[in-house]
C-alpha cells in the first residue's frame, strides 16, 4: 500500500520537468508561429501538454473511488478537450464559425472545467445550501465583470478599436476570467478537508487561465508575439497546476477525516479581493476620467441586489442557528434531566457552577439549600483533601477517576465514582458522577473473598505473599508448620470432623500471635505465621505452636491427638517467595527429625554467596546463565515458548535458582544490571534459537528497576533483532506491590512497542478484571500446585477450568505451569487450557540444550488429544 505522504510529495519532479519542457516548448515554437501561420507550432506544444495532463491525471484518479473521483475525471477531461482544441488550431483544420475558429470554441468549453469540477467539490460539503454558493458565486462574477469592464471591456469594445467580426472573441475572453475565478473562489470557499488543498490548486489553476484569457484579448487588441507567449505560458502552468490538483486529492487523509467542512483562505481571497476591487476600480475611473457607461452601473446595482439578498440569506440562516441551538439546548437538558448518572460543573475553587437533578440527589443537595456549595464541604472529612488535590491537580484534558464519599444520615455513606474533564480555555471542570455504592460494597467482599480462607476465615496464602512484600520496619520472621497426623482425621472420622478440628487449629493459633502478626492458611493441613520482631522471639513462638497445637483436640464426642512440625526462616525484604521456600526447607527437616518439633533454616547461601563472589564479575564471566522451561500448546502438545530463568553457577555453592540470584543481586546493588542482563541475554537467545519461538521472562519483586525497562527491553530486542511479539514480560502481584509506582506507566510504555505482558502465580490475589484494569495482560500463568491442596485433582480442574473461562472472556491466555503427572497433563488438555509447562515437560535447559531439543522436538511433544480444541495456539 502507498504512503499518503510520500504520494504528497515525490511525484513533484515529473511535474517539474513537464512544465520545464513546455515552457522551452513554447520558447522555440513562438517565434515561429506567427499570426495568420500554419502550422501554428505553439498550439501543437501546448496540445501535447494538455495531451500528458489528461493521461497523467486519469491514471492518478485510480487511486480515488466513487464520487472522489468524478471532479477529477472532469478535470482530466477538460485537457484532453483542451489537447484537441490545440491540435485544430495548430493545423488550422475543422472550419470556423464566422471568424473564431472551432479550435478556439473548444477552447472555451475545456475552460469551463474548473467550474464544473468546482461545483462538484462544493456540493460534497455537508449541509451544502446550493442558494447561497448561487449568490456568492453570481456576486464575485457581478464585481469582476464590473472590474474587467471599466479597466479592459469598454476600451476595447469602443467603435473603431478592433474588427466588429472579433468582438464577440474579446467580450468572450474578457469575460471568461471572471465568470470562472468568481465562480470556482465561491464554490471553493468553503470544502471538505480531504479536497482543501487539490481545491486551492484549482483556483490558482483557475486564476491562470483567467490570466491566459486576458493574454489573449489583449493579442487581439494590440496583435504581437509578447502576448502569445504570455498567453501560452500562463496556459502551460494552469496545466500543470491542474495535474498537481489531481494529485493532491490522490493524496487525500483518511476517511474519518476529509469529510470535515473547513474554509479554504484561496477562496475567501478571491471573493474579498472581487467584491473589493469594484469601489477600486470605480475610484480609479473618477480620477483617471474613464468612462463609466450604462452597463457597468447595472452590473453595479445588480452587485448591490445580490448583497441585499446575500443579507437576507445570512439572517434567516442565523434564525435557524438560533432555534437549532435553543432546541439543542433543550435537548440537551432533557437528557441531563432524565440521566439516572449526574453532571455538574465546578470552577477552579471546587464551587459548583451547575448541577443537574441527580447529581444534586447523589450529592446529598436538599431543595432549596445552597445551588452552589463548595463540593469539598458535602464530603466525609477524610476524603476532602485527598480529592482536593486529585481534582486540582490533574493533567491535561482527562483525568483519572476520582472516588469520593458522601455523608448520608443513618446510613453508611455513598460512595460516588467521578470521572472528569476540563472545559479548554475556562478553568472549569466537568463531573459525571456515578453512584458506585453497591459495586465497590461487592469488589471489597469479592478482595475479601480472595484473600481469605472460607473455611477458617483466616487470611490465605495470597494474604500472607502480599503481607510479606509489603515494607516493614523492623525483622519478620516466617513459620510454615503442617498437622501430624491429620489424614488420620480424615479418614477414621470424615472430612467435617476434619474440617472443624481445622477451625481449633486457626483458632488456636490465633490466641498464639500478638495483633501485628499474621496468621493464614496455605491449605489442607498447612499454616503460616508472619511474625514481627528478631530470630529469637520467633524461635520462642514456633516452641509455643509445638506446644498448644501437641494438646488434644475435642470434635463431637471423639478426641484427636495431632502435633504439628515448624519450619523457621527470616523474611528479606522483597524476598517472600525465597522467604517461603526456606520456611519449607526448614519444615521438612522437622519432618524429618521425628515430627512434632521445630527447625530453623540456617543454610544461607544468598549470604555466602554474596559475601564471598562479585556478582559484576559473574556476569562478566558467564557465571550468571539462562535456564529454559518448555511451554507446550495445550491441544498439540508441541513446543510453543521458552520460559527464561537466570541461575548463578557458583564455584562453591553450585547452582543458585532465580530468587536467591536476585537476593544477592540486591545486596550488592547489581539488581540495574541483573535487569539488563536477563533482558538482553533473553531475547538474543531466542533469536538464535528459533525465528517463531516465543520467550518469557520474568521481573522480580521489589527489584525492578521501572525508569529503565523500556528503553533495555527497546535495545534488547533491536540488538537481537527479535519481533516486540515474541517477547513476554511476566509479573505477579507481588510484584506490582512492592515495585515503584513508575512500573505500571513503563509497562504500559513497552506494551504499545508490541511486547506482550503476562501474570504469574494467578488465581493467588485478585480477581483478573482488577488487574486487567491496571495493564494489557494478554497471558496468565498459573501454578497448578497452589489450586491442588489436597490433593483433590477434580477440584484442580474444577478451579482451571473456571479461571481459563474467564480468562478466553477476556482474550488472555491461559498457561497452566508445574505440572507435575502425565494424568494431570492429560486433563488439563482436555480442558482446553491454551498451554501448559511443568516436570513433565522439559525443564532447566542450558541454551545449548534447548538448541538440541528444537533439532530434535520429539522429547517436547506430547501425544495429541484425539480431536483438537480449537485453541490451539499461544497467542
Known sequence: MSDPARSDRAPLSPLLLALLLTLAGIAVTVPFSPAGALPRWDDLVLAAAGVWAAAHGRRLTRRLQGRDRLPWLVLSGSALLFGVAGLLSGFGIGGSIGPVGIGECLVLVAALGPTVSAALIGGRVRGTRWPVLVVDGAMVTVALVIVADVL?????????????????????????????????????????????????????????????????????????????????????????VGVRAVQLAAAAPAADERDTPVVNTAGVAVDVLALGGVPVTLVLALLLDLPIGTGEISCTAALIGLLLLRLVLRIRDSGRIQADLVRSEEDFRGLVEASSDGLAIIDTDLRLEFTSPAARTLLG???GSDRHPVLLDLLVEEDRERVRAELTCAAGPVAQAVHLRVPVPGAEPRELEVTHHERPGSGRRVLHLRDATTRRRRERELERMAFTDH????????????????????????LVLDLD?????????????????????????????????????????????LLAGAEDAAVEAAQRVVDVLARPY??????????????????????????????????????????????VHTEDRVAQAAATSSLATALADGDVQLRFDTIANGDTGILAALHAQPVWVHPELGVLPAAELWAAAERQGQTAALQRWLITRACADAAELDDQLLVAVDLPAGLVHADELPG??????????????????????????????????????????????????????????????????????????????????????????????SARGFEVSTVAKEIGSPQLLHDLRVQGVVAVSGPVLPSGLTAAQAAALLRHPSSAVVAPLPAPRPRAEVS
Not at 479592459?152 to 474579446?170: D, E, H
Not at 479536497?195 to 484569457?213: C, D, E, K, S, W
Not at 493459633?509 to 493441613?525: E, I, K, P, Q, S
Not at 511479539?725 to 509479573?731: E, N
Request: proline share 5%; aromatic share 4%; hydrophobic share 50%.
Open 365 to 367: 443537595l436538599l431543595p
Open 485 to 529: 497426623g491429620f489424614k488420620a482425621v480424615n479418614d477414621s472420622a470424615g472430612h467435617e470432623s476434619g474440617d472443624l478440628l481445622l477451625v481449633e487449629v486457626a483458632r488456636r493459633l490465633g490466641g498464639l500471635v500478638r495483633a501485628d502478626d499474621l496468621v493464614a492458611r496455605l491449605g489442607g493441613d498447612e499454616f503460616a505465621v
Open 712 to 805: 533495555e527491553v527497546a535495545t534488547a530486542l533491536a540488538a537481537a533483532g527479535l519481533a516486540p511479539p515474541r517477547l513476554t514480560l511476566f509479573v505477579t502481584e507481588e510484584v506490582l506491590q512492592t515495585s515503584s509506582a513508575a512500573l505500571i506507566p513503563a509497562l504500559h510504555a513497552v506494551h504499545r512497542t508490541g511486547v506482550r505482558l503476562g501474570l504469574d502465580d494467578y488465581g493467588m490475589g485478585s480477581t483478573l478484571w482488577s488487574q486487567l484494569a491496571r495493564l494489557p495482560l494478554e497471558v496468565v500463568m498459573v501454578d497448578v500446585r497452589t489450586l491442588s491442596a489436597g490433593g483433590e485433582r477434580d477440584r484442580t480442574l474444577e478451579l482451571l477450568g473456571a479461571i481459563g473461562r
Open 554 to 599: 475435642r470434635v463431637g464426642d471423639r478426641t484427636f491427638g495431632v502435633g504439628a512440625s515448624v519450619g523457621l526462616c527470616r523474611v528479606h525484604p522483597g524476598g517472600g517467595q525465597l522467604a517461603f521456600r526456606q520456611a519449607d526447607t526448614a519444615l521438612r527437616a522437622a519432618k524429618q527429625a521425628g515430627k512434632g518439633c521445630w527447625r
Open 455 to 478: 473455611l477458617t476465615r483466616l487470611p490465605n496464602r495470597a494474604m500472607l505473599f502480599r503481607e510479606m512484600a509489603a515494607p516493614a520496619t523492623g525483622d519478620r520472621s516466617l
Open 152 to 240: 479592459v471591456l469598454s476600451p476595447a469594445l469602443t467603435p473603431g478599436a478592433i474588427s466588429p467580426g472579433l468582438q464577440p472573441l474579446v467580450l468572450a475572453y474578457g469575460i471568461y476570467p471572471a465568470v470562472a475565478v468568481g465562480l470556482v473562489g465561491a464554490l471553493c470557499t468553503v470544502s471538505t478537508a480531504g479536497v482543501r488543498r487539490p481545491a486551492t490548486a484549482m483556483i490558482v489553476m483557475t486564476g491562470l487561465l483567467g490570466v491566459a484569457a486576458s493574454c489573449l484579448a489583449l493579442q487581439v487588441l494590440r496583435p504581437g508575439g509578447l502576448w502569445s507567449a504570455a498567453g501560452d505560458v500562463a496556459i502551460a502552468g494552469a496545466l500543470v
